[in-house]
């Protein structure tokens, strides 16, 4: 049904590939005026669509959130998307890997909702959506120590924000994936191909894990966001809302 999001304004983290990319472009289809943004402006470039404008932003600068918020103005939608996989056990995780991890994976992801829904309450309302992981509160995997931690704090934060706001027009869910085929998981593929002997061989063990045989897609991780965002959800609020093709089975 096209047009579910027409007259609507997001605004969209780490939109310059991946989830973030497919989603923008998911919004900006549905009608939506989509503001896109990622740290990196090249993997802006390519990024584009009718209704749908790029801007750079770094999420751990403060003063850039304050900034990008008083420039979109007041959003209907917000996709908090920005964050980072860390390949880790408690035993193994730095101080510096921790302080990065919840810097970029839950104290950013605060501050840009800090900084959008005072304009969410002038408006009546909006729908804001964080990007957690089936890795977290709802199930624990080998070597994503420090990932699972901050994305179990994202389920917190969300449920948070939705209790505080419920009365006031304001959703908030968060999406948890189990492995989706992006850049991020590329990386990580390329990071383990040493051990497991070759790249196949490391991509193959994340596709095993999968109980349909198969990783996910950014489109489809899109279309959960987008239903979330729109009207449709509008009974939805404080959840963490698993699409991981039956890994927790």
């Given at each position: 049904m096209a047009g579910r999001l027409a007259g609507k304004l997001c605004f969209v983290t780490a939109a310059g590939q991946g989830i973030g990319r497919a989603t923008a472009l998911a919004m900006a289809a549905e009608g939506a005026r989509v503001v896109a943004t990622d740290r990196d402006p090249a993997l802006l470039g390519t990024l584009a669509a009718p209704g749908l404008t790029t801007a750079p932003l770094d999420v751990l600068d403060d003063a850039a959130i304050t900034a990008a918020a008083k420039a979109a103005g007041p959003v209907d939608i917000l996709f908090n998307c920005a964050g980072f996989v860390h390949q880790n056990t408690i035993l193994s995780c730095t101080d510096q890997e921790w302080d990065f991890g919840f810097?970029?994976?839950?104290?950013?992801?605060?501050?840009?909702?800090?900084?959008?829904?005072?304009?969410?309450?002038?408006?009546?309302?909006?729908?804001?959506?964080?990007?957690?992981?089936a890795c977290s509160s709802?199930?624990?995997?080998?070597n994503r120590f420090l990932y699972g931690t901050t994305k179990a704090a994202v389920v917190g934060l969300t449920k948070s924000i939705a209790t505080e706001y419920v009365g006031q027009g304001i959703r908030c869910n968060c999406l948890c994936p189990g492995t989706v085929d992006t850049p991020?998981?590329?990386?990580?593929?390329?990071?383990?191909?040493?051990?497991?002997?070759s790249v196949e061989a490391a991509r193959t063990a994340f596709v095993a894990r999968q109980a349909m045989g198969r990783l996910a897609t950014a489109p489809e991780m899109?279309?959960?966001?987008?239903?979330?965002?729109?009207?449709?959800?509008?009974f939805v609020t404080g959840q963490p809302i698993v699409i991981d093709g039956g890994w927790t089975l």
């Open positions: 810097a970029l994976n839950v104290r950013a992801m605060w501050k840009v909702a800090q900084a959008f829904i005072p304009g969410m309450l002038a408006k009546g309302g909006g729908s804001i959506v964080n990007m957690s992981s709802v199930k624990g995997a080998p991020s998981l590329h990386d990580r593929i390329a990071a383990n191909a040493a051990a497991a002997g899109a279309a959960l966001v987008v239903y979330l965002a729109s009207d449709e959800a509008a």
